[in-house]
Structures are given as structure tokens and as C-alpha cells.
């Protein structure tokens, strides 16, 4: 049985590496299918479980050539039985909560919590009144390719976990009180900020939409590109951009753990190195379907916008630390946090020793607030002992309020 998968978004992110993962993952799964037959549990186990990570985490569509479509996650569900998470009462300040990045976004996403809580409805009315645009409209309704425009889909997913938050605070929710730590995959550090009070709602929906303005026009179109690395160390991935890098610009944008990079710059480089990692092992170096080379040095010019935005805001310290993606470190000072919100334009998102740091500074769950459940996918890759469960619907939040209070 032949699957086409179709994506739902677009843009700067991890999402666009597992893309092209699962493409090559259910090519393999297809090749031991025999006439219908459930051969598929003949994929290694390795396979099996990157496979239930990567569609269900992402909510993938398939559809049977010539078919009806069929949900990806209930077909995976069916035949490769991934395992549930077990939601228990965990113990305070063991507990960091996790922001999505681009690539989360889909047609939809928030409209339940909408319908469900007055709070959700409020934040997203917020979000449209700061833009001056119907942005739960689009969020909603569509069109998919006007959402996925990263000037939409940042402030777009900053709005579905701050109505997720909103939602846990009214029924009781103190995070000083019970989360350690706040972390945001790119984008989604804006969302831990203004989770944990650094920037009201209105300020960081107007933050993200220049964020997104000014990374998209940095570079001409055409001029850089991306490319995913899976299958080496980050170490080795480094020394082959520096060697395709010589006279231009490449660099790692993305280090997602399980594998994954992300690498970023000048598009000649770009392929060179994508060229060098499969000759010295990659199990795959695919080229992106991007549109600027984000996370890297060629942002610069976007860089430099954020710095005058953020000098224009007011900010305050966070309730609680946010780990920072470009130093992997705990922030409280405000004017720290906006050096790194700056350095974080042109600089790699370390989301693997993100979460390592969690681990060896006592977190043992890590809550993914908003739109999808990547981040959730991505820990257990990086961290098996660590427990990671994804909060985006109206059940969702009654079964973690449950855990957490």
C-alpha cells in the first residue's frame, strides 16, 4: 500500500528534519508490507518506535493512493501498539514546562479550548487585538499556507500555550509553586517568558510577529539554505561545517538530540556539507524546503531588529528560571534574557542539552505546553527515564491538573 504523507507546516524547525525522516521510515515499513499483509511488525524495533514518536507526536495524515484518508496516529496505534505515558502525582520542583517551536502549527489547533474555557477565549482575543488582525481566525479556519507564513504561526503557537496557561492558573496552578523551570524550542522561548511573567501577552505577540518579519526578510531568497544530519554527532557535524564552511557561512542551527541536526547558512556551503556528512556515515543528509537559512549568521540583519524590539518592551524577571537556548543555562535578569533572546536569532537551538540539563538538575517530568507534541517526542529520544507528556486539549489539561495539584 503506497502512503503519501502531507505536512501541515512550514517554516524555521526540527519539525522539517522528522518530515523527512518519516518519509524515508514509511518507505522502508512499505518495502516489508506484503499484500496487505501485517508484515510491518517486522521493522526493527529501533525503527518501530522513531516511527510512533515521529507521526503520532506530529499528528500526521496519511492517505492509502486512490483511498480515503486515514488518521496516521490511529493506524500506527493499531499496528504498532506505542506505549502510554502514565500520568502519577509527581513531587514539587521536579517539574519543568516546554514551549513548541515552528513546525507545531496546524489548521485548528486551539479552537477546543476556545469552546471549553472563557480564560482560552480571552488570550486569543488578546493576541488579535495587539496584531490588529483576526489571527484565531486563521488559526481556526485556514487557509494552511497563509497559518504556516512564519509571520502567522509564531504568535499563533505563543497563543495556544499561553491559553493552555491561562486555563492551568484559573484552576488553581501556581508555577513558582510546583515548575521548576521554563525552556522554549526557539519561538517557544518567547512563550516560556511570557508564561513565567518576563513580557505580557499583548508584547510578546507583537514581539513574535516582528521576530518573524525580520528573520524571513534577512536574507534573500535563494541565497542560503538548510539541511538535516541524521545520524552523527554533533562534534563531527561541527568540524564538517567549519571544512564546507572555509569561505561562507554554515553552521548547526538545530542540535534536537536522538541524532538530528540542523545545519544552516550559505546554500553552496549548505550542500558541500550535506555532501561531507554522507560520505563520512550519515544515515541521511537532506536538503529542507526552506526559505531563509534560520539559526545562523546570515540573520544577522534580523538579529539587530530583535535588539531594537526588545529595547522597546518592558520587561521583568520570571517567576521562575528559563533555561536559555544558546547557553543552556537558567536566566533571571531581564536584561541577560534579552542578550540571549538576540544571540538566539543567529545562534543554535541546543534543545538535546536542554533537556540533559534538566535531568541533571533533578527535573524528571517535562510538561510540553501548546499546539502538537514534539517536544514530548524529542525527551524521551534525548532522555529515557525521563517522563514527558503533551498538554494541548481540554483533556489534556484535566489530567495534568490532576498530576499537578
Not at 345 to 357: I, K, N, P
Request: hydrophobic share 50%.
Amino acid at each position: 500500500m503506497a502512503v503519501h504523507l502531507r505536512w501541515a507546516a512550514a517554516g524555521p524547525s526540527w519539525a522539517l528534519v522528522l518530515l523527512a525522516e518519516v518519509r524515508e521510515l514509511v518507505a522502508e515499513a512499505e518495502g516489508r508490507d506484503i499484500d496487505g499483509h501485517p508484515e510491518r511488525h517486522r521493522i526493527e524495533a529501533e525503527e518501530r518506535r522513531q516511527l510512533v514518536e515521529l507521526i503520532v507526536g506530529f499528528s500526521w495524515r496519511a492517505m492509502p493512493a486512490g483511498g480515503k484518508r486515514l488518521d496516521a496516529g490511529w493506524q500506527l496505534r493499531h499496528h504498532l501498539r506505542p506505549k502510554r505515558i502514565k500520568m502519577r502525582e509527581l513531587p514539587a520542583m521536579s517539574i519543568a514546562f516546554t514551549f513548541p517551536g515552528q513546525g507545531s502549527q496546524a489548521v485548528g489547533m486551539g479552537r477546543d479550548l476556545a469552546s471549553a474555557f472563557a480564560e482560552a477565549r480571552e488570550v486569543f482575543e488578546e493576541v488579535d487585538d495587539a496584531l490588529g488582525q483576526k489571527l484565531s481566525a486563521i488559526m481556526w479556519e485556514g487557509p494552511e499556507d497563509e497559518l504556516t507564513l512564519t509571520a502567522n504561526a509564531q504568535p499563533a503557537l505563543m497563543a495556544v500555550s499561553l491559553a493552555v496557561m491561562r486555563v492551568m492558573e484559573k484552576g488553581g496552578l501556581s508555577l513558582p509553586e510546583k515548575v521548576a523551570y521554563v525552556a522554549g524550542h526557539s519561538l517557544g522561548e518567547y512563550s516560556a517568558l511570557a508564561a513565567a511573567g518576563t513580557f505580557t501577552l499583548a508584547d510578546t505577540a507583537r514581539l513574535l510577529r516582528i521576530r518573524g518579519n525580520a528573520m524571513q526578510e534577512a536574507a534573500p531568497v535563494g541565497e542560503g539554505a538548510m539541511a538535516a544530519i541524521i545520524g552523527l554527532e554533533a562534534d563531527m557535524v561541527e568540524a564538517i561545517c567549519a571544512e564546507a564552511g572555509r569561505d561562507a557561512v554554515c553552521q548547526i542551527a538545530n542540535d534536537n538530540g536522538g541524532g538530528q541536526l540542523v545545519i544552516s547558512g550559505a546554500r553552496k556551503a549548505v550542500e558541500e556539507a550535506a555532501s561531507l556528512a554522507s560520505a563520512k556515515g550519515a544515515r541521511r543528509a537532506i536538503m529542507l524546503p526552506v526559505s531563509a537559512p534560520f539559526h545562523s549568521a546570515l540573520m544577522a540583519p534580523a538579529a539587530e531588529r530583535m535588539r531594537e524590539a526588545l529595547a522597546g518592551v518592558t520587561m521583568k524577571a520570571p517567576a521562575v528560571p528559563v533555561v536559555a537556548n544558546v547557553t543552556v543555562s537558567p536566566l533571571t535578569e531581564p536584561q541577560e534574557i534579552a542578550a540571549r533572546l538576540v544571540e538566539q536569532v543567529t545562534g543554535r537551538v541546543r534543545w538535546r542539552e536542554t533537556v540533559a540539563w534538566f535531568g541533571e538538575n533533578g527535573v524528571r517530568t517535562l510538561y510540553e505546553i501548546g499546539a502538537g507534541k514534539v517536544l514530548t517526542g524529542l525527551a524521551r529520544r534525548i532522555d529515557r527515564d525521563m517522563e514527558a507528556v503533551a498538554v494541548s486539549t481540554p483533556a489534556d489539561i484535566e489530567a495534568a491538573m490532576k498530576a499537578l495539584l
